[in-house]
């Protein structure tokens, strides 16, 4: 295998397979190499294995640009998306493309020789390669893989029954006739409910607050309409603009029309639910729409399963666990066989990656978000992060073209070097502009937004698509050169600009 490439793309998910294709099909003559930590494609999608898992977003706008989603469900479940992400990656040949158990430990920028030297550890072997590279594309997401999130919880250990986490599934879980609760209210939480509640005796949905939840039908109906009558290319295009649409609009309106908005959502929880459900506590959060993301039920499922009985909501704060199960903060006591701790990521930017410029260490905070896909001060380094508001890949496509429109334009200018100025006196934001816990414990450790573009990572597609897929590449921020100095404060400075 190549030990030198032009591209290194860091993850085999939905967005480095997104990554490869876009330089498969615009920049055929480019080397690049896929660098996968797990020994699998999917990212995501291959390590999640919980009951139910899903999209929580819709396929349409999930899916990529490129590639129409054809399954006739438009909410769908993870070994589906997985399936498509494997698919794709086939058609434009570059699984081949992927090294597996290749886990990017640090990666050392050189301005002499205007290449990164990458540290991989093999995870099958134990042994550490080096790798360069021109350009270093990290497409890994923003949570760790190997631990997800659990509270220290009083009593844990007393607990006599089963406790998972969903980031970590056992294969082998029975929870066939059994006792469940679940603790959590997000995205994960209300596909697991419904989804063990078919088979446990009786599922228990514990949260702290609630969070917003709608439910969307599983298949699109405008989709399945035209699909009758037009070419599957088509119906993609259009269905997918069409929701596309609906995501601005639905957040622009909760942004300028809170309380309308929370009417809407209580209305539509309150015609799935049993006469007389209390959907004031357990179904209508503190904070306003899209503070937190909102989450997506298919037909209804979870209200459904509220209503038949076969699930419980109960909104409370744990006082300890005990060994049959958890003592409330009210004196209320649950019992459970299982417990589901769904209760969030551990974020972690980069994979983790210990970046290096010319001697100095990169400290992520201290950087600045470049249109939301290069960092200040880091050289021929960009990255994807997907939406809050909105499917994850419609900004990593976005991201991904632009990416090739970037190299393009550095072999027509014959640049080997480019970096992004950062200007003097700009006031920082946060990088996400989630409210959600997990977003709050770890933002510190993240790159910081600018207050205006082009170094606020707007949450807006269709402004994106004017600014990244029809502006200029070189719009006086960023640096192109064959060279430039080893000073690393040069590169921070915009007064350094040639």
């Keep these: 295998m190549d030990t030198d490439v ?12 997104g990554a490869a294709c876009h330089l498969r099909k615009s920049l055929p003559h480019k080397t690049f190499a896929i660098l996968e930590a797990r020994d ?30 054809q399954d006739g469900k438009s909410i769908a479940e993870g070994p589906a998306i997985l399936s498509y992400v494997r698919e794709t990656a086939r058609e434009y040949g570059v699984d081949s493309a992927i090294r597996f158990n290749h886990k990017v430990i640090a990666a050392e920028w050189s301005g002499e020789k205007a290449r990164w030297t990458v540290r991989v550890e093999r995870t099958d ?30 009593g844990i250990d007393d607990f006599t029954g089963q406790i998972v986490h969903p980031q970590h599934w056992p294969e082998d879980l029975d929870y066939t006739g059994k006792r469940v609760v679940i603790i959590g209210s997000g995205a994960t939480a209300v596909t697991l409910v419904p989804a063990m509640a078919t088979d446990a005796e009786h599922v228990t949905m514990l949260q702290r607050s609630p969070s917003y939840i709608t439910a969307l039908p599983g298949r699109d109906p405008i989709a399945a309409a035209l699909g009758k009558v037009l070419p599957d290319k088509a119906v993609y295009a259009i269905t997918r603009w069409k929701n596309v649409l ?45 503070d937190q993301r909102l989450c997506l039920v298919p037909d209804g499922d979870l209200f459904k399963a509220i209503r038949h009985g076969d699930v419980s909501v109960v909104t409370d704060t744990i006082d300890t666990f005990t060994p049959s199960g958890i003592r409330l903060a009210s004196g209320r006591e649950l019992d459970a066989d299982v ?8 974020l972690l930017a980069f994979g983790g990656i210990d970046l290096t410029v010319d001697g100095r260490a990169v400290k992520l905070p201290e950087t600045l978000a470049y249109k939301g896909m290069m960092l200040s001060g880091v050289p021929n380094f960009g990255y994807v992060v997907g939406y809050t508001n909105a499917s994850w890949t419609l900004r990593a496509d976005l991201v991904c073209e632009y990416f090739c429109q970037l190299l393009a334009h550095m072999d027509a200018a014959g640049a080997e070097v480019c970096v992004a100025d950062r200007e003097p006196g700009m006031a920082e934001l946060p990088l996400l502009d989630l409210a959600s816990g997990y977003v709050r414990r770890s933002m510190d450790e993240f790159p910081k937004q600018g207050e205006r573009v082009p ?25 192109f050169r064959r060279a430039y100095s080893s000073d690393f404060s040069s590169i921070n400075s915009a007064s350094s600009r040639s």
């Design 6 to 17: 032009d591209v290194l793309i860091v993850g085999a998910g939905l967005s480095g397979v």
């Design 40 to 69: 699998a494609i999917g990212g995501t999608w291959d390590l999640f294995r919980y009951p139910g898992v899903r999209s929580d977003s819709d396929m349409f706008t999930l899916g990529y640009r490129f590639k129409p989603w």
């Design 125 to 154: 072997t134990g042994e550490t390669v080096e790798l360069t590279c021109s350009f270093l594309f990290s497409c890994g997401g923003y949570y760790r893989y190997d631990q997800g999130y659990t509270p220290e919880f009083a």
């Design 246 to 290: 609906a995501q601005v609009g639905l957040y622009q309106l909760s942004r300028r029309r809170p309380g309308l908005v929370k009417a809407l959502l209580r209305k539509g929880a309150e015609r799935l639910l049993p006469r007389g459900y209390d959907i004031d506590r357990h179904f209508t959060p503190s904070y306003d729409p899209w």
């Design 339 to 346: 417990i589901v701790t769904a209760t969030g990521l551990n």
């Design 455 to 479: 170094w606020r990572v707007r949450q807006n597609y269709l402004r994106d698509v004017f600014a990244m897929r029809r502006g200029p590449v070189d719009d006086g921020t960023v640096r």
